[in-house]
């Protein structure tokens, strides 16, 4: 069983940065492939980025250039740097573990966070 407790949301005006960290519980978590998924109001959740077991990072078209995905193995902890974030950013993020092989998708995935909101204000 793996526990993922997102932190690092809040409000932040457009253009501004944010870091978002996913904490996970056990003594696996290097065996496990990481992403965040994001889901706005009203609106289907939507891939953001995803690192591999061996850190190969994947993003998806809206964030390329402007979010980081990175992890650190020691510390159980993935985080995603968010930089000239924008209104169309605003969403509640999660962290999502997948055992084995990284997926670019939305579903799929083992454990899941509880959610981080990130405002953006124009």
């Known amino acids: 069983q793996v526990q993922l407790v997102e932190s690092g949301g809040g409000l932040v005006q457009a253009g501004g940065s944010l870091m978002l960290s996913c904490a996970a519980s056990g003594r696996t978590f290097s065996t496990y492939a990481m992403a965040w998924v994001r889901q706005a109001p009203g609106k289907e959740r939507e891939f953001v980025a995803a690192i591999s077991r061996s850190g190969n990072t994947y993003y998806a078209d809206s964030v390329k250039g402007r979010f980081t995905i990175s992890r650190d193995n020691a510390k159980n902890t993935v985080l995603l740097q968010m930089n000239s974030l924008n209104p169309e950013d605003t969403a509640v993020y999660y962290c999502?573990?997948?055992?084995?092989?990284?997926?670019?998708?939305?579903?799929?995935?083992?454990?899941w966070g509880q959610g981080t909101q990130v405002t953006v204000s124009s």
């Open positions: 999502a573990a997948r055992r084995g092989i990284v997926v670019v998708t939305t579903h799929d995935f083992d454990y």
